[in-house]
């Protein structure tokens, strides 16, 4: 069984409205429309699946709207942040301190200080952040929590992007992680967790499953040489949505159905600890479109360009720019027929002055004219947040959650 909401042509529909409506509502075009009950589905969905007992946290960064994150503040039981602003986002949606982890490699001095002050569990990832860290401590008259984020010292195939298994900016080698925590010791602050986090985008239920199980083997093996028991295991994410055509959604049963190999004796060994999974696109992605306007056709030795007011300044990623090696399109949809007959092959592309502004290349569509509505499915994480938006200093893109 695999959980998928999306591919929702024929009848596009997003929060109850058509394309058109949703354009009224946003009042220009570019926007990106997020719909709530597409979110409640896929937590809904995925936590009737979990095990009793996993928590879920909602990763920031992949969509940082603040809407969509007091959407999720009462759906999810905790958010991983990256930086202040994503900290204050998350504590202003009223999540409890202890519920919000920040990770991220280079986190700045002042960044440290209000995590420590507002009690945000601090994934050190160097011997610097770990020393800064306690030394705030003192300095506040606070008892920090501090987790380990851990360099996983396995790799897992199949993922769309990689993030332990070598040498790598994120984490803490586990041949270091004794050090950290005699230096913890002698500092007197216990620790609060572990954190692995192995990679993102993966579509494959067996690779998922595969580096769940290592992770569980190595914070077991971590572990052992901790004095305190740990308040939470952060076992990452890494669920992946399909963009592609030829990929195919994640079967997430399996992976949850396999949580029951591998949770009960890590929970048995660790009593009282949380374990926590961390997913951000997987939660959002599918949730959300991009709607740009078509302002010009035209034909170029034999091409036909269907040119928008949307681009790369919006969103990268369905550009092919962000971190994709080989450029494959998004879904696209002509919004206003979107049960349209394809009718000609062409390039859909953005308004600015670079040929890496595609959205679409050698696409079939129904015939698109001035006025027509361009959506790009699949937009809901790493859009406008992940996107340029200054560049060319054209308007920003709407946001909007239906
Ligand atoms: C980015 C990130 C995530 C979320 O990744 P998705 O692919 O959006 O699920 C989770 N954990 C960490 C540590 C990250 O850096």
Request: aromatic share 6%; proline share 7%; charged share 20%.
């Given at each position: 069984?695999?959980?998928?909401?999306?591919?929702?042509?024929?009848?596009?529909?997003?929060?109850?409205?058509?394309?058109r409506?949703?354009?009224?509502?946003?009042?220009?075009?570019?926007?990106?429309?997020?719909?709530?009950?597409?979110?409640?589905?896929?937590?809904?969905?995925?936590?009737?699946?979990?095990?009793?007992?996993?928590?879920?946290?909602?990763?920031?960064?992949?969509?940082?709207?603040?809407?969509?994150?007091?959407?999720?503040?009462?759906?999810?039981?905790?958010?991983?942040?990256?930086?202040?602003?994503?900290?204050?986002?998350?504590?202003?949606?009223?999540?409890?301190?202890?519920?919000?982890?920040?990770?991220?490699?280079?986190?700045?001095?002042?960044?440290l200080?209000?995590?420590?002050?507002?009690?945000?569990n601090?994934?050190?990832?160097?011997?610097?952040?770990?020393?800064?860290?306690?030394?705030?401590?003192?300095?506040?008259?606070?008892?920090?929590?501090?987790?380990?984020?851990?360099?996983?010292?396995?790799?897992?195939?199949?993922?769309?992007?990689?993030?332990?298994?070598?040498?790598a900016?994120?984490?803490?080698?586990?041949?270091?992680?004794?050090?950290?925590?005699?230096?913890?010791?002698?500092?007197?602050?216990?620790?609060?967790?572990?954190?692995?986090?192995?990679?993102?985008?993966?579509?494959?239920?067996?690779?998922?499953?595969?580096?769940?199980?290592?992770?569980?083997?190595?914070?077991?093996?971590?572990a052992?040489?901790?004095?305190?028991?740990?308040?939470?295991?952060?076992?990452?994410?890494?669920?992946?949505?399909?963009?592609f055509?030829?990929?195919?959604?994640?079967?997430?049963?399996?992976?949850?159905?396999?949580?029951?190999?591998?949770l009960?004796?890590?929970?048995?060994?660790?009593?009282?600890?949380?374990?926590?999974?961390?997913?951000?696109?997987?939660?959002?992605?599918?949730?959300?479109?991009?709607?740009?306007?078509?302002?010009?056709?035209?034909?170029?030795?034999?091409?036909?360009?269907?040119?928008?007011?949307?681009g790369?300044?919006?969103?990268?990623?369905?550009?092919?720019?962000?971190?994709?090696v080989?450029?494959?399109?998004?879904?696209?949809?002509?919004?206003n027929?979107?049960?349209?007959?394809?009718?000609?092959?062409?390039?859909?592309?953005?308004?600015?002055?670079?040929?890496?502004?595609?959205?679409?290349?050698?696409?079939?569509?129904?015939?698109?004219?001035?006025?027509?509505?361009?959506?790009?499915?699949?937009?809901?994480?790493?859009?406008?947040?992940a996107?340029?938006?200054?560049?060319?200093?054209?308007?920003?893109?709407v946001?909007?959650?239906v």
């Amino acid at each position: 069984m695999t959980l998928t909401f999306v591919r929702r042509p024929p009848g596009l529909q997003f929060g109850g409205l058509d394309v058109r409506q949703l354009a009224d509502r946003a009042g220009r075009t570019p926007f990106f429309a997020y719909d709530r009950s597409a979110i409640d589905i896929r937590v809904r969905e995925l936590r009737n699946l979990l095990p009793a007992g996993m928590h879920l946290h909602y990763s920031i960064k992949a969509n940082p709207m603040p809407a969509v994150i007091h959407h999720l503040a009462q759906r999810v039981d905790g958010f991983d942040v990256a930086s202040a602003q994503e900290m204050a986002l998350a504590l202003d949606a009223g999540t409890a301190p202890d519920a919000i982890g920040f990770a991220g490699p280079g986190k700045s001095h002042d960044d440290l200080r209000r995590a420590v002050a507002s009690g945000i569990n601090v994934h050190v990832e160097s011997e610097t952040q770990l020393r800064l860290v306690t030394a705030l401590g003192w300095e506040l008259g606070v008892q920090p929590s501090v987790a380990i984020r851990v360099n996983p010292d396995f790799q897992v195939g199949h993922s769309g992007m990689r993030m332990g298994g070598g040498a790598a900016p994120f984490g803490v080698d586990v041949d270091q992680v004794p050090a950290l925590l005699r230096e913890l010791e002698a500092r007197e602050v216990a620790l609060a967790g572990f954190h692995v986090f192995w990679g993102s985008q993966c579509l494959h239920a067996a690779t998922i499953i595969k580096a769940q199980r290592q992770s569980a083997d190595l914070i077991l093996r971590l572990a052992s040489g901790v004095p305190r028991p740990l308040r939470f295991v952060n076992l990452g994410g890494g669920f992946g949505i399909p963009y592609f055509p030829g990929e195919t959604p994640l079967d997430v049963k399996a992976v949850c159905e396999a949580m029951q190999d591998w949770l009960p004796p890590l929970c048995e060994r660790l009593p009282g600890t949380t374990p926590i999974l961390e997913l951000g696109r997987y939660l959002v992605g599918e949730a959300g479109i991009y709607v740009c306007r078509v302002i010009d056709r035209k034909v170029s030795r034999g091409r036909t360009f269907v040119v928008t007011d949307g681009g790369l300044h919006h969103h990268l990623a369905a550009s092919g720019n962000f971190g994709q090696v080989l450029r494959r399109n998004f879904p696209v949809v002509i919004g206003n027929r979107p049960d349209g007959v394809p009718r000609e092959r062409c390039h859909v592309v953005g308004c600015l002055c670079t040929p890496l502004d595609r959205l679409a290349d050698e696409v079939e569509l129904p015939e698109a004219h001035i006025g027509d509505f361009v959506v790009i499915m699949q937009s809901g994480a790493y859009g406008r947040s992940a996107s340029p938006v200054r560049f060319l200093s054209h308007p920003e893109p709407v946001e909007m959650l239906v």
